[in-house]
């Protein structure tokens, strides 16, 4: 299988090679909303295990270093498949459902309040 670019590859596309893979497995048995909500955080855990107890400043380091980056590269691809599966059992537009959170979190969070601050947005 030739590697896609995020410039190259839709989501449409990697929903479907998610899809093949799980059902050339017979696997979509197994992939009820709870399997993969739970799948998805325990590999955003994994995700988030190189970071645990670092600065933000080494965070950045280490997610730049090219020995680690492939480790932090298959962890995040974990993620992403479990979302995109998630999608897919779901039968949701995850390009859609991205748009209209950005939209919603435009609202939100409005660049003249929310610029440079980290506050929830009910703290604006």
Known sequence: MTPGTDDSTTVAALKARVLAFARERDWEQFHSPKNLSMALAAEAGELMEPFLWVSPEEARRLAADPAR????????????????????????????????????????????????????????
């Open 69 to 124: 980056q492939p480790r932090i590269a298959d962890e995040l691809a974990d993620v992403v498949v479990y979302a995109l599966q998630f999608a897919n059992m779901a039968g949701i537009d995850l390009s859609a459902a991205i748009t209209t959170k950005m939209a919603a979190n435009a609202a939100k969070y409005p660049v003249e309040r929310a610029r440079g601050r980290s506050d929830k947005y009910t703290e604006l």
